[in-house]
């Protein structure tokens, strides 16, 4: 009895479950039938590989009438490139499946959609690959097939964007072999994602150091309307930008047919005056400008090519003769070569019939049917076409074997060794996306033949591309030479090889084109930026005195100063010693300044030699010979002191100028114990403490370096010389005073001319000191010496000299007393007294001391 419940329990269990599948089937209904064209071999086979590739460029415009049910839009523009991508796939999967060594238990099937390189399109053939039937049921597995592994693709980076983040919900695996954008790096976005082809980080590194490695500074730059263009030439942009590369227009090609902006790119590139354009874009969305620019006959223009297009046949079409004008000379990175033995003579020996894509390629070249005759034809143009292209098709290659060794390391798993729960496996009949995922982002494997060693890190591998520079070849047609390698995982100076003397540029030049906003400044000049321009566009200023730019450099932005002892040259491009100046002994000024000193002191000393003569008459006798020679002393040295004003200035020199002349005017002035007692304390402790040197004066003039004495201590110095100015005004108003004194001959007032000429020579001395610069205020100040120290000489000597030589006779004893007063004058020894008194306290001139002896 419990058995017999037992089975109508199970019964009825049995019944609900079948009438909640009917219930579900009856409420469940297709949204829509995808329109899917492609390859599939899945019967009998243990695991199949996904493959998305656009081989068709776009979609064909479909009817808009919603009358009737939607259906899914067919595909135009047959891609040949990617077409041939999809054949890669084919033959690599089919060599797999004859290799022994790797999944020799496993035959691969595949199921390989077409994106049309729309993101729809790619959508749909993600959905139903999953769904594993040829329908699309989201979220549903309802296909009963062998267990899916990866899918291969979806072809351009915003393809990939859309199918990783479906994929990337059931931790499904996808490896891309075309699909570059550096937002792809984001695993949190984008989790199972993995590529074969190298990180568009790299690629806009790679381009940004090949625009720097030739100095161009002034560029254009045009991307693609989706990712990959937007990201690519945001990270060059960046990197150039920083580096002092100025962008000279920034243009975006249209997803959608658009002539009307082609043309507004067209006309920008024509009116820029940017030689270097970098263009992010696929061939797909280029096609249209370079057939616009064809049109305009645009030319003289270096073109820097992303790896998406620079070994296009879409846009390198073989006898389109002006191609060879507007891109000859194009330079652009490639994904590394790898050799793959086979895939040329799968490639030539497509069969017509096999599938419809297949057969489509043959109508898109011209062949409808399958004529013998033509073969030999379509040999050629597939070669002429296919040959330098199968470079490229290394990615998909290498994704396919990177699925390959995945599977057949989950499949040759040892149980207790795993690497899930419990060091557990996986069945290669039926495992889970997540644990495919595992293998497949730790894969590392050797590429057949080459060696090549590939594995992942992060979903990237190594950023490696080959330089590829379009040359003009002897046929005439465009070929790709490979000029120089980049590696981004090298050291920063070992990243790029480039072999400058391989690349034919633009009209075949050999030199590389100048792509600057402004020519670079040349030496003696530097950068002015102009307002609301880029940094790169500026005038040429020259530098001012003193300053000098010695390169010829765009980033010469300020000239370099001159330092203390050196000047800027008259071109301003090197920095010269400073002219050293002085007033030295050979030169013509000084020559003569020596000459009127050595003959003011030869007119003193002879002046001495006739009151040596003559000591012993009246006149001598009368004027004190004792003051009168030493104020000839006095003014020898004054003259001769000038002398040592000249040359270059030595400590000994400085010193010894500044004293002497102090000296010399100090003893000029007055008679007084002051002197003795005052003058040398002075003068000992300034020269101790803080004496005169010698100084270069670089302030003065600008290009001239001015030897000269530096006085030591300015308070030293104004103190002796207003000591000389006191006592100088002292002798002035004592001979002022005593010049009416009834002497038949009055040293009081040959003594108060010569001291208004002291004080009229130094008064005008100041101004004219000042106004001066160099060796000519030192010629100013022995002026000034000489100037006054003939004024005294003549001043007080002269009169002398003219009685004892030339008036003799006015030389007697009865001339040298005091002219009598008259009758009604006041005491007479009035004019005594006050010649006494003047005597005694004046020292700046002659005594007037009269004879007291009775007449005979």
């Keep these: 009895r419990l058995l017999v419940n037992k089975c109508f329990l199970l019964g009825l269990f049995c019944f609900f479950c079948a009438y909640g599948s009917l219930w579900a089937q009856s409420t469940c209904k297709l949204k829509a039938k995808f329109n899917l064209s492609g390859y599939k071999d899945v019967e009998k086979k243990r695991v199949v590989i996904g493959g998305m590739f656009p081989v068709h460029m776009s979609v064909a415009s479909s009817d808009s009438n919603t009358s009737k049910l939607p259906v899914s839009s067919g595909c135009a523009g047959f891609n040949f490139r990617t077409f041939r991508w999809t054949q890669t796939m084919l033959f690599a999967i089919n060599e797999i499946n004859q290799r022994e060594d790797l999944l020799p238990n496993t035959d691969l099937g595949y199921v390989i959609y077409d994106s049309c390189f729309t993101i729809s399109k790619a959508v749909e053939g993600t959905l139903t690959y999953l769904t594993g039937q040829d ?74 150091q090949l625009v720097l490695h030739f100095g161009w500074t002034w560029v254009g730059t045009i991307a693609a309307d989706d990712d990959y263009g937007k990201y690519g030439i945001k990270d060059f942009k960046e990197q150039v930008e920083e580096a002092g590369v100025c962008i000279s227009f920034s243009e975006t090609l249209p997803k959608v047919s658009s002539p009307e902006a082609i043309q507004s790119i067209v006309q920008t590139v024509v009116e820029s005056t940017a030689k270097i354009i970098v263009v992010f874009s696929s061939d797909v969305d280029l096609s249209p400008l370079i057939s616009e620019l064809l049109r305009h006959n645009v030319t003289n223009r270096t073109w820097i090519a992303s790896e998406a297009w620079v070994t296009s046949a879409l846009i390198n079409q ?16 490639g994904v590394k070569k790898a050799d793959i033995p086979g895939l040329q003579r799968h490639l030539l020996d497509l069969d017509p019939y096999a599938d419809a894509l297949t057969e489509e390629f043959w109508e898109t070249v011209g062949l409808n049917e399958f004529d013998p005759i033509n073969w030999k034809t379509w040999h050629i143009l597939n070669r002429h076409l296919e040959d330098i292209h199968v470079v490229n098709l290394s990615i998909v290659y290498k994704a396919v074997y990177a699925v390959a060794h ?33 293998y497949v982002k730790n894969v590392r494997y050797k590429m057949p033949n080459t060696g090549e060693e590939i594995y992942f890190e992060d979903g990237d591998i190594e950023g490696f591309y080959d330089i590829i520079n379009w040359q003009i070849s002897d046929n005439g047609e465009i070929s790709y030479v490979t000029v120089g ?47 609301g321009e880029p940094v790169c566009c500026f005038d040429c200023i020259p530098c001012a005195d003193g300053e000098i730019s010695n390169t010829t450099s765009q980033y010469a932005r300020e000239c370099i100063l001159c330092t203390g002892d050196d000047w800027s040259n008259d071109a301003h491009d090197a920095c010269v010693p400073k002219i050293i100046e002085f007033l030295a002994f050979g030169e013509p000024l000084g020559i003569t300044l020596i000459v009127i000193s050595a003959f003011g002191a030869l007119v003193t000393i002879a002046v ?30 004054t003259f001769l002191c000038s002398i040592v004003f000249l040359g270059e200035p030595q400590n000994w020199s400085c010193m010894t100028s500044q004293v002497a002349l102090a000296l010399g005017f100090l003893t000029l002035e007055i008679k007084t114990y002051l002197l003795i007692l005052g003058y040398p304390g002075t003068c000992t402790v300034w020269l101790i403490i803080l004496p005169p040197h010698p100084v270069k004066n670089t302030a003065a003039q600008n290009v001239k370096i001015i030897l000269e004495c530096d006085e030591g201590s ?143």
């Excluded at 549903?140 to 693709?153: D, M």
């Excluded at 919900?169 to 550096?182: A, G, K, N, R």
């Excluded at 920063?492 to 100048?514: D, F, G, Q, T, Y």
């Design 485 to 531: 390698h980049y590696n981004g995982s090298a050291a920063a100076e070992e990243k790029m090889h480039i072999r400058n003397e391989s690349i034919v540029w633009n009209n075949e030049e050999l030199e590389p084109p100048r792509s600057v906003c402004s020519e670079n400044c040349e030496p003696g000049t530097r950068k002015g930026i102009r307002q």
């Design 135 to 208: 329908e699309a049921v989201p979220n549903y597995r309802c296909g009963n097939g062998p267990p899916l592994a990866t899918l291969v693709g979806a072809g351009g980076s915003d393809l990939s964007i859309a199918t990783a983040r479906i994929l990337g919900l059931y931790h499904f695996p996808q490896v891309s072999y075309c699909s570059t954008c550096s937002a792809l790096n984001n695993k949190f976005q984008f989790p199972t994602f993995l590529r074969t082809i190298p990180n568009d980080l790299h690629q806009s590194t790679a381009m940004a």
């Design 608 to 637: 001495g030699v006739v009151l040596v003569m003559h000591i012993g008459t009246p006149l001598v006798k009368a004027n004190d010979a004792l003051l009168s020679f030493l104020l000839l002393l006095s003014l020898v040295v």
């Design 714 to 856: 300015v308070v030293f110095i104004c103190c002796i010389f207003a000591y000389d100015i006191l006592l100088a005004l002292l002798a002035f108003i004592f001979a002022f005073t005593a010049r009416k004194l009834e002497d038949h001959f009055s040293e009081a007032k040959s003594m108060t001319f010569g001291m208004l000429v002291f004080f009229i020579v130094w008064i005008s001395f100041v101004p004219a000191y000042l106004s001066t610069r160099g060796k000519f205020m030192v010629a100013v100040q022995i002026f000034a010496i000489l100037a006054s120290s003939f004024g005294l000489l003549t001043c007080i000597f002269l009169p002398k000299c003219y009685i004892l030589l030339v008036k003799p006779e006015r030389n007697k004893e009865e001339l040298m007393k005091p002219r009598p007063k008259p009758k009604d004058g006041s005491s007479t020894g009035t004019s005594a007294s006050l010649a006494t008194a003047a005597t005694d306290v004046n020292a700046s001139f002659a005594s007037t001391a009269i004879d007291d002896q009775p007449e005979n």
């Design 318 to 333: 073989p006898g389109v003769g002006p191609v060879n004008s507007l891109l000859s000379g194009t330079l652009g990175f």
């Design 406 to 438: 995945a599977l057949h390391n989950l499949e040759h798993c040892e149980d207790g060794k795993g690497p899930f729960v419990g060091g557990s496996c996986a069945n290669i009949t039926n495992f889970e996306p997540w644990q495919l995922m595992y």
